[in-house]
């Protein structure tokens, strides 16, 4: 019964090309049940405001309101992080609309060594995607454009078409080398 509620949420809210993907999530609950044990946390019985996501509470279902707690992130613009390499920083100077419901974003992002200078000239690509449904987006991948301050580059187009917490990955290339890796976490609203 919840999962048919939340799959004709899931169809009427879809658009386009992203309706089949959306679809198939909806009619593929053991999709959700793969990773809900690692990455849920305790979503369920939360769900509202935190943004820490650590401590594995619950044995909550990943499904339906699972979706609302996974350690998302709290957008301020500016937000920091330090890449899983240790490489760069990635700042996400603005996001734009801001992270809050489905659709299109753009984002601006800089980034710098862990001294603060400025990268220009890196190969950045972002890649959105909803884990604990197991997609991405139509395209999966998006090439950052330089634009023209220092260090700074431009992701656009970003179809996050469905309720729930995307992940966004950003990596700094070099050739088919990862150099280094951030992901940054937003829970949306339909
Ligand atoms: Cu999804």
């Known amino acids: 019964m919840a999962i048919r509620a939340l799959a004709s949420l899931l169809v009427s809210a879809c658009l ?6 959306a679809v198939a999530c ?11 044990g690692s990455a849920s946390s305790a979503g369920g019985s939360t769900g509202v405001g935190d943004s820490t996501g650590v401590g594995g509470g619950g044995g909550q279902d990943g499904q339906g309101g699972g979706a609302q707690g996974s350690g998302s992130d709290s957008y301020v613009a500016g937000l920091a992080k330090e890449g899983t390499s240790h490489v760069y920083r990635f700042v ?4 734009a609309p801001i992270p809050k419901y489905t659709g299109p974003y753009t984002w601006t992002v800089k980034l710098t060594d862990l001294d603060g200078n400025a990268t220009s000239g890196a190969s950045l690509v972002a890649e959105p995607r909803m884990e604990l449904h197991a997609h991405g ?6 090439d950052a454009t330089p634009t023209g301050e220092p260090g700074t580059y431009t992701l656009g187009g970003m179809d996050l078409f469905m309720p729930g917490v995307w992940t966004v990955y950003l990596r700094v290339m070099e050739g088919d080398a990862l150099k280094d890796e951030v992901a940054f976490r937003f829970d949306l609203e339909g």
């Open 16 to 21: 386009g090309s992203a309706c089949l993907i």
């Open 26 to 36: 909806a009619s593929e609950p053991g999709g959700h049940n793969g990773h809900a």
């Open 92 to 95: 996400l100077v603005e996001s």
């Open 137 to 142: 987006t139509s395209p999966p991948l998006f």
